[in-house]
Nanobody
Framework: VQLQASGGGLVQAGGSLRLSCVVS??????????MLWFRQAPGKGRESVAA???????YTADSVKGRFAISRDTAKNTVYLQMNSLKPEDAAVYYC?????????????????RGQGTLVTVSS
């Protein structure tokens, strides 16, 4: 299973970005699996951002609630993270992760597959 995240970049505070995560590999299907976005800023620990379970139910961290939204395109085996009203504190490397069980949830440890990240920089 391979996860490829993209869409990061430099944006001004208040701006928007949409991250994408394409999942490849015949043994994983986002129709039955769970997906997570998490981030890590320099010198800080990992922080879950948003997750979606196999039914399409979503979970969003309080720190980004109302600004970020996770969604998926099952035909493309792709998960998205729409980020609006970005703040300088949102700057981090963003990673996507996959959980075969499909339970979803914000616990990073529950996700057995992780991709390389995409860098988001927010200027003030």
């Amino acid at each position: 299973v391979q996860l490829q995240a993209s869409g990061g970049g430099l944006v001004q505070a208040g701006g928007s970005l949409r991250l994408s995560c394409v999942v490849s590999g015949r043994t994983f299907d986002i129709n039955t699996g769970g997906m997570l976005w998490f981030r890590q800023a320099p010198g800080k620990g990992r922080e879950s951002v948003a997750a979606i379970n196999w039914r399409g139910g979503t979970y969003t961290a309080d720190s980004v609630k109302g600004r970020f939204a996770i969604s998926r395109d099952t035909a493309k085996n792709t998960v998205y993270l729409q980020m609006n009203s970005l703040k300088p504190e949102d700057a981090a490397v963003y990673y996507c992760a996959a959980d075969r069980s499909g339970r979803g949830g914000l616990a990073i440890s529950a996700y057995e597959y992780r991709g390389q990240g995409t860098l988001v920089t927010v200027s003030s």
